[in-house]
């Protein structure tokens, strides 16, 4: 019914930059909130950036500054550009949507996951 595909991930220096894109896909009327989370093994899933309806954005401590999440309504697209990565910033990352609006109600669909690898 709906699908989120993440692209963008790969291996980039210490101090690159990187921007990840999530299409969502499907019978959808709207999304309220399109988020991106990371996650490395032996760790908790973590919320990295969010965005709403409206624009307004949380970003976690750790990319503050850094990161920008922007999203593209009528093509119910989301992007974290990720600037001044560091090693610690590899993860999985996953693309999710939240309050999805369709002819059959409201759903919750994540993404299968892009891999982004800082190293020199």
């Known amino acids: 019914q709906v699908q989120l595909v993440e692209s963008g991930g790969g291996l980039v220096q210490p101090g690159g930059s990187l921007r990840l894109s999530c299409a969502a896909s499907g019978s959808i009327l709207s999304i309220n909130v399109m988020r991106w989370y990371r996650q490395t093994p032996g760790k908790e899933r973590e919320l990295v950036a969010l965005?709403?309806?409206?624009?307004?954005?949380n970003y976690a401590d750790s990319v503050k500054g850094r990161f920008t999440i922007s999203r593209d309504n009528a093509k119910n697209w989301s992007y974290l550009q990720m600037n001044s990565l560091k090693p610690e910033d590899t993860a999985v990352y996953y693309c999710q949507a939240g309050g999805i609006r369709t002819m059959r109600g409201v759903l919750e669909v994540w993404g299968q996951g892009t891999l982004v690898t800082v190293s020199s």
């Open positions: 965005i709403a309806t409206g624009g307004s954005t």
